[in-house]
């Protein structure tokens, strides 16, 4: 079900925020008989949402809720609060915990009505109890927003390393002339770089990659891939200019040169005219000649 709750009534466009693939892992344990009734609240400002509770989920739980939240430009740069409590029946407050934000949402104004995953770490009493994840989309209502900007297919989480493949380099043909000798590339070939899909991400979810360069792309993962499978993500193929190069001239070894003679076959080396040595009739035309 979609829960919505405190539209924007500013003048700027209106912006939505759909949260879904809710997921706490490495919860603490708020009840020491039973297990955590796990839910959780996204609040941004005054305005707020929540899942329904998870009975008996424990200190790990993925929830199928779906909420939806309105926000202005300013609580998009301050970011959204995560904070996951434990129900309780009865009068007593539901137990924390964990609280936790989501940052850097603002990219999303980059790449509207794509899906990216958000993680942040849930705190208590000043330690780390436990992560949280979740798949944030930002549209504009009605399309008074921002067109969607282009990204590339292909891709992961922002890496520091990716693998360059690169394709043949083009070869000049040989020249016999020892002279410089101006070689035009061809169109530069298309090149890539592999990256793995992580541990948390799946095909449809774009994310960031960078190139060996240091160029961040924005990338969607590509339909069959899955955590820790490979794919490859195109890069910008960068302008070849003709550049002057060198080739050596061929050389050719001058081959013997047989001419029959009454007393066998005159074999003429160095191409001098006059025969080096004579090969005997019995023997084969072109055998080496006897030692001096």
Known sequence: AFLVEGKSTMSEPVKRLQIKE???????????????????????GSKKVKTKYISGGGKNVKFKDVLELYVSDAELQAGIDFTAYDYDVGPDPDDLLGVGKLIHLVDLKQSVGVPRQFDTHLMYKGKQRGQATCIVTLTYPGGDGPQQQPVSHGGAQAFDHATMMQQQPHVAQPVTAAQPVVVQHQQPQQQYMTVTCPA??????????????????????????????????????AAQQPQTAHVAPAYHQPQPVGVPTAFGTAVDIDGDGR??????????????????
């Open 200 to 237: 948390t991400a799946y095909s449809g979810l774009q994310v960031i990659v960078q190139a060996p360069n240091g160029t961040r792309l924005q990338v969607v993962i590509p339909a069959g891939v899955g955590p820790g499978q490979q794919f490859r993500v195109p890069l910008p193929a």
């Open 275 to 292: 025969p080096d040595y004579v090969i005997p009739h019995q023997q084969h035309p072109y055998a080496p000649p006897p030692p001096y």
């Open 22 to 44: 809710i997921e706490c892992r490495g919860l603490r344990s708020a009840d020491f008989l039973t297990k955590n009734d796990v839910y959780v609240v996204f609040k941004a």
